[in-house]
């Protein structure tokens, strides 16, 4: 065992199971460990690093902000987050964006907008957010209480009060619980990431559209690991043809610095206001220029490019020998293998190639811009390590 591991196991919390891999460098989808070993990283951080690693024209933006000021907390107008903000808004439609750090960060940003658009419009007893069962909105106590899986709930009672969990699909039952509990908001994700990467009907995500807007009860998309062009889309919403009221978002958004970002549309954009929500950290200048240098590059020619690597995916591993099915959207892909996912995933990691888990599924994440030959080289090791 390296001194590192060794620090690490001594003085870090031990809340990861972490692989016993060191990365140390690393350029584009490839990185190499303390021995010199060099591995496919097609787990992004976990869709973090869009343009995956020290991608030069994110460092440029990055180092170009470091020159100029790193953080003035948000007394201050800054241009990093004033442009990230117009772009989002320009390019969904959405119309304020307030920032955050991560993903937990934006959902509970989220469910603050929704509780008070709804205790304003409708009474203060509407507050019940709707979620999913088998849903993974994050690690805070209310992120918690949103998430849709019980064994995350068991250790951490009591959660925050106000989340009923429907099943995924089930239209008639969603709306029902809707309606018994005075929804203020339905939170969902078109697609269930940590759960599995399992797509959401896109008829029933459009029924629920259609139900929130008739019955002014918001519809909240957590894009958090969908968004930013992971989906091949800029949103994984747009895919599905509707539009929420309130957006989260995060992960590949920075482009591996911490962002997260809760976009309000027509109904919602002027529910928060000074003194309602704050982040010292929110909207951070390098942070946004990191995020800006990403924004920039996800063209619809690239996403086209993201969409055509997907094909590639499911085509090269449905059906394949100990593939039992390929699930997801876009560059988040799910693969049940016919062996443990975990020991799949393992075999990888020692051919050179890392992967992640989700539930019983291998899950894959590579950045958005891994080159075709790297892409199917972590392919062929992947359907190796399945036989």
Not at 20 to 42: A, C, F, L, N
Not at 158 to 178: I, K, N, Q, R, S
Not at 223 to 248: F, H, I, K, W
Request: overall charge negative; charged content about 20%.
């Amino acid at each position: 065992m390296s001194d590192i591991k060794a620090i690490d196991k001594q003085y870090v919390a031990g809340t990861y199971a972490r692989f016993p891999v060191q990365i140390v460098s690393g350029k584009g989808s490839q990185v190499w460990d303390e021995t010199g070993k060099r591995y496919i990283d097609m787990g992004s951080g976990i869709g973090v690093t869009a343009f995956g690693v020290a991608d030069e024209e994110w460092k440029r933006a990055v180092t170009a902000q470091l020159d100029l000021v790193q953080h003035t907390s948000n007394l201050y107008y800054t241009e990093p987050c004033a442009r990230v903000a117009e772009q989002l808004c320009t390019r969904t439609g959405m119309k304020k964006v307030f920032f955050c750090n991560s993903g937990a960060e934006a959902n509970e940003g989220a469910i603050k907008a929704a509780r008070k658009y709804a205790a304003e419009k409708k009474g203060a007893e509407h507050f019940t957010i709707v979620t999913l069962q088998n849903s993974f909105h994050g690690r805070t106590i209310t992120a918690l209480a949103a998430t849709g899986q019980e064994h995350y709930h068991e250790l951490f009672q009591p959660l925050t009060p106000g989340f009923v969990h429907a099943e995924a699909g089930d239209l008639a039952g969603t709306v029902a619980l809707a309606k018994e509990h005075r929804a203020a908001a339905v939170m969902i994700e078109c697609v269930q990431g940590e759960g599995g990467v399992i797509p959401l009907d896109k008829e029933y995500v459009r029924g629920l559209a259609d139900f929130c807007a008739a019955e002014d009860v918001l519809l909240i998309v957590d894009e958090v690991q969908t968004g930013n062009g992971r989906s091949g889309a800029l949103y994984s919403y747009m895919t599905y043809g509707v539009t929420p009221d309130v957006v989260s978002t995060a992960k590949g958004l920075g482009g591996g610095l911490p962002l997260g970002a809760v976009l309000l549309g027509e109904k919602t954009q002027n529910v928060l206001g000074p003194g309602d929500h704050g982040s010292t950290f929110g909207g951070n200048p390098v942070c946004c220029a990191g995020a800006l240098s990403i924004l920039n590059r996800l063209t619809d020619d690239f996403l086209a490019g993201v969409r055509r690597k997907s094909e590639l995916v499911f085509s090269t591993l449905t059906g394949a020998e100990g593939v039992e099915s390929v699930s997801g959207l876009g560059l988040m892909i799910g693969v049940k293998t016919r062996k443990p996912a975990g020991d799949v995933v393992r075999a990888c990691l020692e051919r050179g190639v890392l992967c992640l888990t989700a539930k019983d599924r291998v899950r894959l994440l590579p950045a958005l811009n891994i080159p075709e030959d790297i892409l199917r080289e972590a392919l062929d090791t992947l359907l190796a390590a399945c036989k």
